[in-house]
């Protein structure tokens, strides 16, 4: 154990060690004092699985000197550390971290509220008061069902009063959700599930007090706090599901959060999130760093890296006067940028309004649930009402075709009416959906793909056509050589390319491996680099004499002296998983596209090398709108996987969409599910389990129908006791929530 | 029968119990980190002082 505490990472080697990434954000301006006057910092921590994990982490921080807490949560890999004012600079935790091996992210306490679930905590309420008195009712019912015909009348009258004293008050308590969402409907002249549950409540406490009134035989007092037990932990499953998505998202989203450097008027450099950003201010912008806001360079020369913006590979130069828009990433050389629009009204806000046209396409979409119910009210309601007209004026009508009928009276015709109620009352119905929703994302969680709601897998199962974004997505928005060349001119252009950032000289380096970097190299950015005789550039700057090669790839071209320049050409890299991932969706019968923003001979090269036929490059942020578009008016249900901000009006005008994690906020907001991890083969699973979960949802759906299509005449012929009512609906709920953990038995064979 | 006068009572104030219990441990925020709650009992003391 000692010795694997040492090690970096996981002492459990659950999962690799977390290797050093350049955290943009500066902790700093995430700290906030807590009421204990202590600072505290929450970060993320990636790489911790176990308990080892949990005491190398804990211990490791209190052992910082000024450290007074240090509490991992570990189903939400937050860490939440406190130390005394001035102790230590909140970046000594990060660095702390580093050397143990995690990741680690300070969190925009902005971006990431630490909002307690005050919904879910209040339906966990209501759940444990319906099966506290459940329980307990069935206490005094199976006593008086078991004594049938010994038990003295009294005393069955005196178990019926006890068991209304505690079912009364805890089922209106327990259903006041349902009151509520049903009222809300009926306002709205519409029905939903929770009016028919509401109007069984109302009906069956009734009943079953009238019937104690006049000492009877049956009262639904069970009954009734038993199907709000099992409604609620459906309701309880499904909010929990939505719950755990948000949080999620919000956490990935809230990593990403940059903070600015600003110049305050009297010269000094404070960190601030990029929320505090106003117009007019003067931010830093180093290399490496993404620009939070819209701005204008006022000093410094450089080139931006635009892929996320228009999934152009190429980067683009920029000088003094140039506007810089918010989401672009800094490349060579530090800028100083004035900033003209705040973060939330920057460029990036503007596509917000696309995305929100997109999304109300989807509003349309009715979840399986939603049918089901849409079904399901009116024919309850007529079923229970016709059973009541049927019971109460039945014997008068036979009398009058002639036969010898005596009337069964109000109380009869009541009581059956009430138990069609009853034993229709949804309760397989309403954890048939969830119930399979819960157990479908909580494998794919596991497996890293972030799914945002219950109606993005059933809307996921349904795709027919697939449609890429390249750079970003489809590719890793890393370019790679591709030229063959001499491997002595290849070293001594890597020299040159060892002190650059541009991603064309990192690719270089990359592939003439570890070397030193040539003294006395000045970079002049938007052209190239140079030392002494040696140029390495673009062609305008290293090898102006020389054609252009006109096959539109990226290049690099480098010369020395009087040799003959050398052209290096490069392409984007594609995941490595694309190809099998591109085939493995066809294998499902998922057409497969390609529509990028990039030159269309790079697209062309990508789509060749995933094996796609349809591509089209050039295509504008509203190009892929309209693609989308015209698949949609052609019947067909694409999914769009896209990353960047070009992408998130397609995002949402798709039936289904994915979107990397390293996509920006504005396009994972707009997918319905978020790939964590490099590769793309999780989307094909993700559809898999999406196909798997539809199907146990409709079998689910067809197993309720099934039950009520037997349980509801003998309801309305007047068969039903309570105890066959107590055992049907015990009996259905569980039957539908085995068949949906059948999914994961399934899963984990394969 | 008279037995249930007091039987009765004493299941439902039982019961009771149970569910104040559950109050209880919902509000202290026993239910916020499952996954860390199993694990951390694998975790030594470090005041455990092995004899």
């Known amino acids: 154990m000692a010795l694997a505490l040492s090690e970096p990472g996981c002492p459990s080697g659950l999962a690799p060690a977390q290797e050093r990434e350049t955290q943009r954000a500066d902790p700093a301006a995430f700290v906030r004092r807590d009421a204990s006057g202590h600072d505290t910092l929450e970060l993320m921590v990636q790489g911790a699985k176990c308990a080892g994990c949990i005491r190398k982490i804990e211990s490791g921080l209190l052992a910082l000197p000024g450290v007074t807490d240090a509490r991992l949560n570990l189903s939400t890999s937050r860490l939440c550390v406190a130390w005394s004012p001035g102790a230590l600079p909140p970046s000594a935790i990060i660095d702390a971290l580093t050397r143990m091996g995690y990741g680690a992210a300070a969190f925009d306490p902005a971006a990431a509220i630490r909002r307690v679930d005050e919904e879910g905590r209040k339906l966990l309420r209501y759940l444990a008061v319906a099966g506290f008195a459940a329980m307990n009712i069935m206490m005094f019912s199976v006593p008086v069902w078991s004594g049938d015909g010994e038990m003295g009348e009294g005393t069955r009258t005196l178990l019926h009063w006890i068991s209304a004293l505690i079912a009364i008050p805890a089922a209106l308590y327990a259903a006041q959700p349902f009151f509520r969402s049903a009222w809300k409907a009926l306002r709205a002249r519409r029905a939903n599930m929770d009016v028919p549950i509401s109007l069984a409540v109302f009906l069956t406490l009734g009943i079953s007090i009238a019937e104690t009134l006049q000492q009877g035989e049956h009262a639904y007092f069970d009954g009734i706090t038993m199907l709000l037990f099992f409604l609620l932990i459906g309701r309880y499953l499904d909010h929990r599901l939505r719950e755990q998505a948000r949080t999620a998202a919000r956490d990935l989203l809230a990593l990403q959060s940059v903070t600015a450097s600003r110049i305050e008027p009297d010269g000094r450099v404070v960190a601030i999130g990029a929320g505090e950003i106003g117009a007019g201010d003067r931010l830093i912008l180093a290399a490496g760093d993404r620009a939070p806001v819209d701005g204008v360079v006022v000093e410094g020369v450089s080139d931006l890296d635009r892929s996320m913006l228009t999934g152009e590979t190429i980067p683009q130069a920029v000088r003094v006067g140039d506007p810089i828009h918010a989401g672009v990433i800094n490349l060579s050389q530090r800028l100083i940028v004035r900033a003209t629009a705040r973060a939330q009204d920057s460029s990036v806000a503007e596509l917000a309004r696309l995305i929100e046209a997109g999304e109300q396409g989807r509003a349309r979409f009715v979840r399986l649930a939603e049918k089901a119910a849409a079904l399901y009210v009116p024919v309850v309601h007529s079923l229970a009402l016709a059973t009541f007209l049927g019971w109460m004026f039945g014997p008068s009508l036979l009398r009058i075709a002639g036969f010898d009928f005596a009337d069964v009276g109000l109380r009869v015709a009541l009581m059956n009416a009430v138990a069609v109620l009853i034993i229709t009352c949804p309760c397989a119905l309403g954890l048939a959906v969830p119930a399979v929703q819960v157990v479908a994302t909580g494998r794919l969680f596991k497996r890293g793909v972030l799914v945002k709601s219950g109606d993005a897998l059933e809307r996921l199962a349904q795709v027919d056509v697939a449609v890429f974004d390249k750079t970003g997505t489809l590719t890793l928005g890393k370019p790679r050589l591709v030229s063959t060349v001499d491997p002595a001119v290849l070293q001594a252009a890597a020299s040159l390319a060892r002190v650059s950032r541009h991603p064309l000289s990192r690719a270089l380096v990359e592939a003439a491996g570890p070397g030193a970097a040539v003294k006395d190299a000045r970079e002049r950015p938007g052209e190239g680099i140079e030392a002494g005789r040696m140029r390495l550039g673009r062609r305008s700057f290293a090898a102006p004499a020389c054609d252009d090669a006109a096959d539109g790839a990226a290049e690099l071209w480098f010369s020395n002296g009087e040799a003959p320049p050398v052209r290096f050409a490069f392409v984007d890299t594609l995941r490595v998983d694309a190809k099998p991932a591109v085939a493995a969706l066809r294998a499902r019968g998922i057409a497969v596209e390609l529509i990028s923003g990039d030159r269309p001979i790079a697209v062309e090269a990508a789509a060749r090398e995933a094996g796609i036929e349809h591509w089209s490059g050039g295509a504008s942020p509203s190009d892929k709108t309209a693609r989308l578009a015209a698949l949609r008016a052609e019947g067909k249900k694409p999914l769009m996987i896209g990353d960047g901000l070009n992408d998130a009006a397609a995002l949402a005008a798709a039936y289904a969409s994915a979107s990397p994690g390293t996509a920006l906020e504005a396009s994972q907001a707009a997918s319905d599910i978020v790939l964590q991890g490099a590769n793309l083969m999780p989307l094909v699973e993700a559809i898999d389990v999406a196909k798997m979960a539809r199907a146990r949802a409709l079998e689910n759906l067809r197993f309720s129908a099934l039950y009520n299509v037997v349980a509801a005449p003998l309801a309305a012929a007047g068969f039903l006791t309570p105890l066959i009512a107590a055992l049907a609906m015990s009996g259905s709920s569980l039957v539908v929530t085995l068949n949906a953990l059948r999914l994961q038995l399934r899963w984990s064979r394969t | ?51």
């Open chain 2, 1 to 51: 029968m008279n037995v249930m006068i007091v039987l009765i009572p004493i299941a439902l104030f039982m019961a009771a119990v149970g569910l104040a219990a559950f109050f209880w441990s919902l509000r202290s925020g026993q239910y916020e980190d499952l996954e860390g709650a199993a694990h951390r009992v694998l975790i030594p003391d470090d005041d455990d002082v092995p004899s």
